[in-house]
Structures are given as C-alpha cells and as structure tokens.
C-alpha cells in the first residue's frame, strides 16, 4: 500500500526557516501566486477575492439599511434601490457565501487534516479560482455598468421578459462561478476518498471534513441545476422564447421549482460547512472529545440528503398544489432534526470540559446561539398555515440572516481566527479578538431581531418605502447594522496588521489534536515531510476518549 | 515497459490511487452533468405532460432519418472507443491510434449530420420566435425551443469530446499508453459513453413521439 | 414609542394564525431554555482553570442521541399539523362566497364586484361576509397580502389564483404586493375598507357604473362573436356553454377535465389546447382581442348561464 516510510507523527515538528515555508517556497513573484497549484496558497487567493465582493454587497447593504432609517424612499430612487438588494443578494450569496469556508479554509486545511500534500486535482483547483472570478467579473460588470433590479431570485417572467437590467450579464456571471464551485466540490470528494492518510478511516475524520464532504457533494449535484435553470432564463430574454413565458403556454411557476431546486441545497451548502467548523472548535476549547461522534457526522450527511427534498417550502402561496405543500412542509420539519442534533451534541461535548472564551470559542458560541434561533425561526416557517402570513416579509429575511450572517459568517470567523496562526505564522491580537466577537453578536441582533418582529406586523421584503407604523423597528435595525459593521471593522485591521507586527505563532498554539497542526506555523510547501500514520479518533483530548465515543 | 515514475503526480503516493482518483472524479463530473441536463428534461417532461398533443405535432417535423442515423452513428462510436482501450490494455498501441481515430470520425460525422438537419429545420422555420412555421399550436413552440437547446447543448458536448479524443490520439502516437498506463484514456472513454447515453435518451423523446400514428 | 408585536387581528384566521405564532414562541423558549441553560452552566462551572469533578462520565450514549432524535420529531410533527390545518383552512374557499376579481398589473391592483363597481388599489367590502377573490396577473407575478387577516396568495400571469377571507371587524386595513414585481413594488399597496353591510350597499350603488360583471361579460360576449358559434342558432357547430361551469367535459384525447375558471380562460385563449370530444379543432384563438379583466367579466357570464342543454347532456352521458 504505502510504500513511503511510515513516521510516526511527532508532537511540534522541528522549527522551519522562514525561507522553507508555502509564502516563500514556490516563488515570491506575483505569477507565481497567479499559477501556483499549492492549496494553500490558492486558499489564500479566494479569501482575497471573496473579501473584494463582500466589500462591494456591504456597502450595498448600508446603503439599504441607511435608506430604511425612514419610510418614504427619500435616499435613493425606487429603481436604485431594487438594484442594491440585488447587488447585495447575488454578491453576498454566490461570491462570498458559497465560496467563504470550503474554498479559503477547505482548501487550505483540508490535505492537512487528512495527511496528503495536496488536492486530488490541484491544477482544476487554480482553475476553479479563475472561474470563480471570471464568474465574479462579469458580475461586477453588470452591477457597475447599469444593475441588475431582479433580486438573486430571478423571477420570471420578470427577468425573462420586463426587466430592463444587466440580467444576462449577471446570469452568466453567476453560471461561470457555478462550475468554479463544481470543480471545487468535487475536488473535495475525490480528496476526501483517495488522499487520507494510512489509518485514517472514514470514521477516524475530522468533523470538518464530514461537513465539508456533505458540503461538496450538494456542490456538484445542485449548481448544475442552478446553471441550467439560469441558462433557459437568458435564452428566453435573449430570443424571446417561451419556456417560461405564459402567452405561449410556458409556466413561470417551473422556474421557480427548477430555481429552488438548486437554491435550497444552496443554503446548506451555506451552513454545512460552518457546522464543521464549529465541531473542531468546541472540542478543541472545551478539551473534550465530540459527543457523538457518529450521530453528528450522520447528520451532516442527513442535512445534505434531506436538503434535496424541502425546496417547496419557497412557494407555499405560489400555485403549487396544497398536496405539495403538505409534503413539502413535512419533510421541512424533518430536515431541522439532524440540526438540533448537533446543536444537542456540542453543548454535551462542553459538559465536564475545560472551556476557555478565546476568541474561536466565542464565536463557535455566538454560532450556536444565533444558529439556533435561526433554526428555530425556520420551524415557523415550515408550519404552513403561519408561512401564508410571512412569506416574503422581513420575517423570512432575519430568519436567513441568522443562519448565513450569525451561523455561517460567525463560523467563518472563528475558523480564521482559529487557523490564522497556521496561514500566517501570526498570531492576532486576542483581547482586540474577543472585543470583536462581542461587538459583532451585540450588533448582529440588534440589527436582525427586530426584523422579526416588524416582519410579523406585515412589512413586505424588497420594499424601498414602507407604511409608518413598521419605522420604529426599522431604526433599530440600522442602528444594529452600524455596530455590525464596526464588529467585521476590526478584525479586517487587526489580522492585517498581525501579518507583519503579530507575535510569531508556534506550531500548535492552541494544543489543539489534529495532523493539521503537526505541521509548522506557515507550513511548508508539501505539508507533510512524511505521510503520517493515524491509529486514534480524532479530538483525542484524553485517554479514555476513544473509548467513549464508540461505546458511550 | 517499466512504469513511468514521471506519470506519479506529487500529491498522490502510487499509480493505483492515481488512477482510481482519475475515474472517481470522471464519475463525480458525470454526475453533476446528468443534473445539468436534467434540469431540461424535467422542463420536457412537465411540458410534455401538460400538452402531449402539441408536442406529438411538433416532433413529427424532426427529421427522424438523420436521427436514427445518428444513433447508430454514436453507438458504434462507443464501442470504437471500447476497442481502443482494450487496445491499450493489450498493449497494442497502433490500434489504440486506429480505433480513436475511428471515434473521431464517426463523432465528426453526426456532427456533420446535424449540421444538416438544423439546416433544414430552419429552413423549415422550425426555430421558436415570431416567424415560427405556422400551422402548429403554439405550445410546439416549447417543444422546439427545448429541441435546439437540448441538442444544441449535446452537440457542444461532442464538440468537447472530439478535442478530448484527439488530443488523446496525439499521446497515444507519442506512445504515452502501456497496459500499464492508461488512465487518461479510461477517463476519456467514460466521458464519451456518456455523451453517448445522452443521445439515447434524447432520440426517442425527442424524434420517436407517436410516430406510429 | 410604541412596540406593537402583531398587527390587528380583523378574521377569525388571523386570530388563529396569531395562536399558532404563540405556539411556535412557547416551543422557541423553551428550546432555548434547554440549550442556553445548559451551555451557560457549563461555561461557568467548567471553565478553565476553575476546580471541578471533570472525570469522563459513562453516558449511555445512543439512547441519549435516540431519544433527543424522536421528541424532536414528535414535537414538530404536532406542530407541522396545526400549520397544515390552519392552511388547508386558508387555502379552501367555504362556498357561498361573494366573488371579487383582482386584476393585478405594474404597479396597481384593478378590482371589480360583480355589481359593476370598479376600484383601483382599493377593495371595500361588507363585514361578517365571505369574500373570493379570483386574481390574475396581466404582466409579471406579483402578491395580494393582507396583513390585518395574515394571507397572502401569488397573482401569476397565464393562471388564476384565489384567496378568501371573511372580515368579523369594521375598519380600514393595509394591502400590500408582496412578490417583488418592479420598480415600483413597493407603491402597488392600497387598502382594504371593511364597512357595515349598510354602509357597503350604500358605497355600491353610489358608484354604480351601470353594467354588473355579469352584463359586461354578456355584452363582450356578442361584440367579440362568441354567440356567433356558441348559441343554439348557428351554423357552426360549437359546444353549448350552458350551464357548463365546474362540469366534468371530455376532450378529444380521452381525459376528462373540469370546466372551472382555468379551463374556460385556456379555453378563450388557446382553443386548440383542449378540444371537446366529438368536435373539431375550428375555434380561434382571442389572444391579444381581450384583456385580463375582460376574460373575468365572460368568465362571470358564462358561470351565471344556467342548466346542462340536452345536446351535452348527452355527449357527457356516451363518454361514460
């Protein structure tokens, strides 16, 4: 099998020159990053790109929130502004979203965790980075020069017929991107099945790498569909044909089918992998092995199965039939149980624990608190008879935000804060750390609960104007919305300030198991010097841990 | 011939996970491309469902003489690229070069054939829009719509897999396969079957609707 | 300032609705309760540094998972039943339903009673009575959403859709379009006037047009010829419309469909789509001659048109 010589792993490898690491080794030129094929320096490249959209779909959305302060629409034209949540929608969704944990810490962590030296395809890896941005590109375009007024749903026959934006622009954007995705997910798998190290069995993985699995096999099967949907959307604009169009017998509802069919899986592609994340931090920090190893792996796999069967519940009050609803609605209650169980499962991993509050720790806490309530949210919603009432209100808007912004954005940054030491060979300054996440969870939910409330009273989503009564909500949003903003601020200024002026990071700053940090603080090139053996469970924080999770 | 340690790459540590990697992600990709064309099967198979009548009319209008023969073409072209890697398993690699080269004859030929057939379905006016050839309901329309796009979409396909097989017909030239090494070919091949298998299932939905009528 | 948390509850289902909301908050709270509790406890016993027993305990794991597996789904599959029965009540109209039709349209809501009277943006009605509304689009999709009675329904072009309620409180209540449509969605929002039944006769016949629904329809059902194939005088042979609303009609194909509001507008529009078993495929086709909220008005004369004419009866009776 192995024919390399076998290394057991030593606990810090020897101290590397700084000449030996991925930053130098393979050239320190701009082509050399341009084409390099190293997975971490690709990851590094994504999480350039990515912070570039987020940055423009930001400022779209304080311009909204700024807008909704009061009701009339009196900051920007009606027009305007349908153009800034769109903007904010596709950009933040397809080019910040999606690509955020599996394309910058995936790509970066995942050979490590499972031994390997690379990706299974790492020359489609650089492709995936070109496509995404050629993908991004075009979208960038499309938002500067004229917008896009659609929303990132892309209704028809709005968009196919009576918009008169940058529709097509967009759609091929987002479809380019799309198959950057694919190649990403299916690296991922392939990786996953063939580049594990000796001994390391499916079910001696790291969780990340479950949820990132679950994660990439929603890529590969879903996008395509997306792609195709957006595709017969442009076609119809471009030539006028009626696929969708209902003066030719076309049906607009199908859109929307074949258009969720995609975009549910979509949304765990958007949590799966900030559910992995959130698994090795609170193992690492609470020093305790997962409760339930297999029950939470089982449910990532659950989430992405289950994932492929709710898309209905978009259209309860669209035309589809009550029958469809009844299942649909099922079926969406069934999907939160693999959820609530890991939610179950990371509280009993901190019990008896030694917790400390570092700043991973709290924001693998701000996760759980604010994935919660937005899981919870999502039960409303999935009771039909109450969905009739906020479908496409702000109710549906605070519900997702607290799954992508407070669930998946937070893991997002409890995952770099975790991993920055690894990536940089720095060390971030951990009270300004800890300053942020507060700043943030205070911020997130003055911002978004009350959206809650004032989408209950009846205040429609994508409304550029809004009756009177829905104001003072309104204004705490956006209040939220400013502190918010200064809790994503800061980390931006601190971790780039720790690149150059940061404390010099050991190799396992956090004592944390996992081959990852067998290596040194930036690794070198290949990772590995020798593949190393695994014969242990992962979050081996004690002995008698393997034992527990098997047996209990 | 020993096995060229140059053909390991540097992330992989022997031949076999290479190529079990190879054909693992070759099956991955046709997944995600059995949903992508999936999407337009299911816009056919709900509109099909909710007008068969229009959609009957309208596919009696395909020229079903180039689409048999198209099938037979792509069939034989599937078992042309089975030979060639057999070939290549026995080691005999100017029959590698021979059966490719047959693939990508027979793959230019359906193309060519299809050139003629949209040739003729325009001029036939079978293209959706304002100056469809009347006389047909206008849900035929949609029918025709998902036919450009749909074969349109297949055609592409075959495109890609006649640059993909040449450029495997330029390495087995170059003696680059053994019975040892053939990974790229194995992928190919799978690649090709499915553009093949496509075909299948477009043929009979698209030109066999009540032709016995 | 004033925090208001739901709006005014103006029918019997928004009332339900708002119970289920409490249902749903309950269950939330003590969700939470469950999992904070526990979490806030542990971060303060069991933080670093701080002495504890933190010996492994034996835990008899898979029952633990399992049993926190099935209250979940016990739990939810109750409440998935209160929402399905709170929505197969909002989706199913009671009959005896006084009908409106809405004409949606970038950016307004066109509304007709059948008395005739037309509104714009506004939909008054009498209290206490059950009101359907039969909704199209003439362009994009948009939404009819009242929040005062917690429903909403998509108005889709090429189909219609219903939505029904009936007011128990005298007031003036928000309509709001609630699928994003354009430029101006969020100016197509108007009002819903709830009157005594006193006030309402009065508010009808003030803006009295002169034709009701039913005698517009009539009136474009001879300009555009319908009556020219479709009455017993004709020379063309065309199905009777009599009393053909909601009855079961056998087409050419062999199915048999439900000549319901759909099927008579296909009809109008796309004759060649359905043909009615024993005739032929001659009607033309009014596409681009009749607009949305003319297809209402024939629609509404074709419904008031009385009992099964003996010629379908029998057609009807050699399909069985």
Known sequence: MNNAASAVPVASAPPLKRSNTYLVEGGQTLASWLLTTDHKRIGLLYLFSILFYFTIAAVAAALMRLELITPPGDVVSSETYNKLFTIHGTLMVWFFLIPSIPAVLGNFVIPMMLGAKDVAFPKLNLLSWYLFNLGGLLATYAVAFGGVDTGWTFYTPYSSTYSNSNVITMAAGIFIAGFGTILTGLNFIITVHKLRAPGLTWFRLPLFIWSLYSTSVIMVLATPVLAMTLALMALERIWGLGVFDPKLGGDPVLFQHLFWFYSHPAVYIMILPGMGVVSELVTCFSRKPIFGYHFVAGASVAIAILGFLVWGHHMFVSGQSVFAGLVFSFLSYMVAVPSAIKVFNWTMTMHRGSISLATPMLYALGFIGLFTIGGLTGLFLAALGFDVHVTDTYFVVAHFHYIMVGGMVTAFMGGLHYWWPKITGRLYPEKLGQLAALIMYIGFNLTFFPQFVVGYLGMPRRYHAYAPEFQVYNVLSSAGASILGVGYLLPLIYFLWSVKYGKRAPDNPWNATGLEWQTPSPPPKHNFENIPRVDKMPYDYSPEAEERMVHG | MAEARSDLAEQFVEMPQQREASVLGMWTFLSTEILFFGAMFMAYITYRTIYPGAFAEASKHTIVLYGTLNTAILLTSSLTMVLAVHAAQENRSNWVVRHLLFTILLAVAFLVIKGLEYHQDLSEHLWPGPHFKPGLPPQAQIFWFLYWSMTGLHALHVTVGIGLLSVMTWMARRGRFSALYYNPLDVAALYWHFVDVVWIFLYPLLYLINRSS | ?320
């Open chain 3, 1 to 320: 300032m004033t925090f208001p948390i739901n709006p005014v509850a103006a029918s019997k289902i928004a009332r339900e609705t708002d119970y289920l909301y409490w249902g749903l908050l309950i269950l939330s709270a003590v969700i939470i309760v469950i999992v904070f509790g526990p979490i806030i406890y542990f971060l303060i016993r069991y933080r670093e540094g701080k002495p504890a027993d933190r010996t492994p305990v034996r835990l008899p794991q898979n029952t633990i998972e399992i049993t926190w597996t099935l209250i979940p789904m016990f739990v939810m599959t109750g409440f998935y039943v209160w929402g399905a029965r709170q929505y197969f009540t909002i989706e199913r109209p009671p009959p005896a339903a006084m009908e409106i039709s809405v004409v949606g349209k970038q950016w307004m809501w066109k509304i007709q009673h059948p008395e005739g009277n037309r509104e714009i943006n506004e939909l008054h009605v009498p209290v206490g009575r059950i009101v359907k509304l039969m909704m199209t689009s003439q362009d994009v999709i948009h939404s009819f959403f009242l929040p005062e009675f917690r429903i909403k329904q998509d108005v889709v072009p090429g189909r219609y859709s219903t939505e029904w309620f009936k007011a128990d409180r005298i007031g003036t209540y928000h309509l709001f379009c609630s699928e994003f449509c354009g430029t101006m969605h969020s100016g197509m929002v108007g009002r819903v006037v709830v009157m005594s039944p006193a006030a309402y006769e009065e508010w009808l016949s003030k803006g009295q047009p002169g034709s009701t629904l039913v005698q517009s329809g009539e009136q474009l059902f001879r300009e555009l010829g319908c009556s020219g194939c479709h009455s017993g005088s004709s020379v063309v042979r065309a199905p009777p419309l009599e009393g053909l609303y909601n009855k079961p009609v056998p087409l050419t194909s062999g199915e048999v469909v439900t000549a319901d509001e759909a099927y008579l507008r296909d009809s109008i529009l796309f004759p060649a789509k359905q043909i009615v078993g024993g005739y032929t495929n001659d009607m033309p086709s009014f596409q681009g001659r009749i607009n949305e909220e003319q297809l209402l008005q024939v629609i509404a004369y074709l419904k008031s048109l009385g009992t099964v004419p003996p010629g379908l009866r029998k057609t009807l009776e050699d399909s069985r």
